[in-house]
């Protein structure tokens, strides 16, 4: 044999495939025995037993009507990390129980780390109108972003390709994309005030306000109201105008004024 012939053999598949070993072999084991064990549990028979004061029925009858929950909400993140191959690293450790469906690197690749009917750790402690299990609902969706930084354009363009084929996959509502931080005011702050909210509404993932010239506020509008009606926790006042600019007046995020009454008005009528 000669000696180019045993180096070739020497050479790992993968640097001959052209393409780098895969550092998360173990963990995607993990991934897939977790994923067989819930599939498991899911084709069990329904348990029908009686008790004292409830009758066991005679036998077990099964629907033939159904088929598997899907996600209604959209939420987007930035991660506050430094690159992807940390958050990536954060989301394969059992310790950080946290995770996401998807992150998106500022290059624009796409990470899908979770199947879209399955439940990540990404909301926490959060609430949206009476929805306080959001994880249940959720897609979680992170941007590779240190919160201090644009969001470049790349990174954006995956962003609405993804989204689009979410929202065509489920039927998501537009007013149903949502950032972290309107789910948890006061916890959360992220996507950043630089986040392009605007952009995304402009192609139908989330709702925006329209031209405030000309609109009338009605003198018995309640700012606190309108917020609840959105959708968003009014427990902390402060911590929830904050979060309403965050997302809608990020020109005034630095001040502690109150919102515009008129951008919000047009949208507590958008959420309607
Ligand atoms: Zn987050």
Redesign the pocket.
């Known amino acids: 044999m000669t000696k180019y012939r045993l180096l070739i053999l020497m050479l790992p598949l993968s640097l001959v495939n052209g393409c780098s070993p895969n550092p998360y072999k173990a963990t995607n084991r993990s991934y897939k025995a977790q994923v067989r064990n819930y599939a498991h549990q899911i084709s069990q028979t329904p348990l029908t037993t009686g008790t004292d004061s409830v009758p066991a029925p005679p036998y077990w009858v099964g629907t033939v009507n159904f088929n598997l929950r899907k996600p209604n909400f959209v939420i987007i993140?930035?991660t506050a990390q430094n690159s992807c191959p940390q958050t990536l690293q954060t989301f394969t450790l059992t310790k950080t129980q946290v995770s996401a469906h998807y992150v998106i690197c500022r290059d624009g690749t796409i990470h899908h780390m979770l199947n879209d009917y399955l439940r990540a750790w990404?909301a926490g402690v959060s609430k949206w109108g009476n929805i306080t299990d959001i994880n249940s609902i959720s897609i979680g969706i992170?941007l590779d972003n240190n919160g201090f930084e644009p969001f470049p354009d790349a990174q954006i363009t995956s962003l609405l390709h993804l989204l689009t084929t979410l929202k065509a996959a489920y039927h998501i509502p537009s007013a149903n994309f949502i950032g972290?931080g309107d789910i948890a005011p006061g916890r959360?702050d992220?996507p950043s005030y630089l986040f392009p909210w605007k952009t995304l509404s402009d192609h139908g993932f989330g709702l925006w306000y329209g031209d405030t010239t000309g609109i009338t506020v009605p003198p018995d509008f309640n700012s606190l109201m309108a917020l609840r009606l959105i959708g968003y926790d009014i427990h902390d006042s402060a911590a929830v105008t904050m979060a309403f600019k965050r997302h809608f007046e990020a020109d005034t995020i630095k001040s502690w004024e109150a919102p515009d009454e008129k951008i919000l008005y047009m949208l507590y009528r958008a959420y309607q």
């Open positions: 993140h930035h990404q992170e972290h959360k992220d």
